[in-house]
């Protein structure tokens, strides 16, 4: 058995605490006493938190963008699971070219992406409302929860899906009991991977929110034009809390490996 040797080690917890080093840092300023950004600090205080409460606009924000991650998220898995399993499974004419369509966004500046929605909205009505913010959203990250999908779908054995068939199950029985079971950890990382990059969008964002649908990022964007202050720290730092606490919930009762790689517990 091989085992990492001291530079190896090195380089390892190096390369760690450059990726944690920023959230550690974000975590520290949030807790500080002052009314500016500072570290060291002189002590520790939860006054920037309890700001968070004292400004109900981040609340608002907060819930627009969860519920705008949840929606836009759900919607693009329910394109990217029959799109993967077609270009998976078929071939006809014309599929590279769906496919390359479907992956399109990623080669598209945001910035050009958020001027182009802004536009073709303020032409069909839909500037500034939830449902276009969710539309854009959808097209954004629909390339993440495909690829994952996609590879999901193509290491998959169809002789158990003959099985179900030859045993008379129907399509839709054959699909739910035993094509989604193997393709679930695909769609729960594309679920996952699709909600982070919706929640977390703000350069195309910016330019289709309105005051009555501003997301989170978007929010934090438009004050730190104005301010500097640890309020900023403290809602990172919740939101990173928030995101522990989940994953750590969700591992106790369903179990992180089983949801995304599709073991099952020892």
Known sequence: MNRNGPIALIFHFLFLGFLLAPILIVCAVAFTSQGYLSLPTDGLSLRWFRAIGDNPEFIRAFKDSL????????LAI???????????????FGREAIQALFMSPLMVPHIVLGIAFLRFFTLIGLGGTFTGLVLSHVIIILPFALRLILAASTGMDRAVENAASSLGASSWTCFRRVTLPLILPGVASGWVLAFINSFDEVTMTVFIASPETTTLPVRLFLYIQDNIDPLVAAVSAALIFVTVAAMLVLDRVYGLERLLVGKGRD
């Open 67 to 74: 519920l705008l991650g949840v929606v836009s998220s759900t």
């Open 78 to 92: 329910l394109i990217a699971v029959p799109a993967s399993l077609a270009i998976a499974r078929y071939q006809f």
